[in-house]
């Protein structure tokens, strides 16, 4: 599989991660272990060698997932990104917190809990308003000085913000949501990054699975997407029905609508990497299908149209493509 080049960062990664927050119990539900670890050492074998995870993911389970799926994996040949923000109670509950000392011993834990010497992107997993940004920037240079952490970023951090930090440190990649349904980044973010060569890792590029083509829009949901606007109702119903329009061009292609949905998101020049949330075998397989294909433009602009708002800068003029 090919490698991109994350930014300045240093690190060379496949196109896709494989994702970690499905093993979170909280927004999931209970997930297979054995499956999820199968179908990441699958993708290993098949040139995927980028895994996204976080400490808040199941209050670490995710990591600790992580640690037993890579033994006996050559280390050198992964690249691990993780997240610290939170402070855990013991009563469960948790509050931001990226202090020096917090930064420093949570780095400590994750480390632990994979079982190895180094955090090869050490993100930011959400803005914290009360600690100076000079002390978040000089906490992670020391432990990346330590040889604990390779690089760091930011996940979740809005285009000021992300500017703002990089006054204080070498924050080279960035972690948005992003998908064709809500591709709001490509706003201000994406700009941004691309004009100073910040490496962008997008999460939930199938919106929740909603854009993998196996919804009829009349499903429910015991996971957290019960509550979620665009899986209830009209919305849903009407969402499903657009991407499910997408078959016939899938199919053109030789590629499911996940495949189509992904390779048109892949396609915009600021996103390096899709991290993509699995559980199983059979789903990064569907993913990897992905990697060489590449849509025409006019082809990326009737997807982007057919799911979202992303082409609503593009008039529909009578010279328009019919």
Not at 60 to 72: F, P
Request: aromatic residues 10%; contains cysteine.
């Amino acid at each position: 599989m090919e490698r991109v080049k994350l930014g300045t960062s240093g690190l060379e990664v496949s196109p896709v991660s494989i994702g970690t927050w499905q093993m979170s119990p909280r927004f999931w539900g209970e997930q297979s272990k054995d499956d999820y670890i199968a179908a990441l050492r699958y993708a290993f074998e098949n040139g995927v060698n980028f895994i996204d995870t976080a400490e808040a993911y199941g209050d670490g389970y995710a990591e600790t997932v992580v640690g037993e799926a890579i033994q006996g994996l050559p280390r050198d040949e992964l690249v691990i990104a993780t997240k610290v923000f939170n402070h855990f109670n013991e009563d469960g509950t948790r509050y931001p917190d990226l202090s020096p000392d917090h930064i420093a011993a949570r780095c400590e834990v994750s480390l632990s809990r994979m079982g190895t010497e180094t955090i090869d992107l050490y993100l930011l997993h959400m803005f914290d308003p009360l600690t100076p940004l000079a002390d978040i920037a000089g906490a992670l240079n020391r432990v990346r000085d330590q040889g604990k952490i390779r690089a760091y970023g930011v996940s979740n951090h809005t285009v000021e913000q992300t500017r703002a930090h990089r006054k204080f440190g070498d924050y080279s990649v960035t972690q948005p949501p992003y998908s064709l349904i809500d591709p709001a980044g490509e706003e201000d973010l994406f700009p941004y990054c691309q004009s100073e060569n910040i490496g962008v890792m997008i999460y939930s590029p199938m919106h929740k699975g909603l854009l993998t083509g196996k919804y009829s829009g009349d499903e429910t949901f015991t996971d957290f997407r019960h509550s979620h606007p665009d899986f209830e109702g009209e919305r849903f119903r009407e969402l499903a029905g657009r991407v499910q329009s997408l078959k016939p061009l899938a199919e053109s292609y030789g590629l499911t609508i996940y495949q189509l949905v992904l390779a048109a998101t892949l396609m915009h020049p600021s996103i390096d990497v899709a991290v993509c949330g699995i559980k199983r075998q059979d789903q990064i397989e569907e993913a990897l299908g992905t990697m060489g294909k590449v849509l025409s433009r006019a082809d990326c602009f009737e997807v982007r149209k057919a799911v979202g708002p992303g082409a609503t800068k593009i008039a529909d003029t009578k010279g328009s493509r019919k």
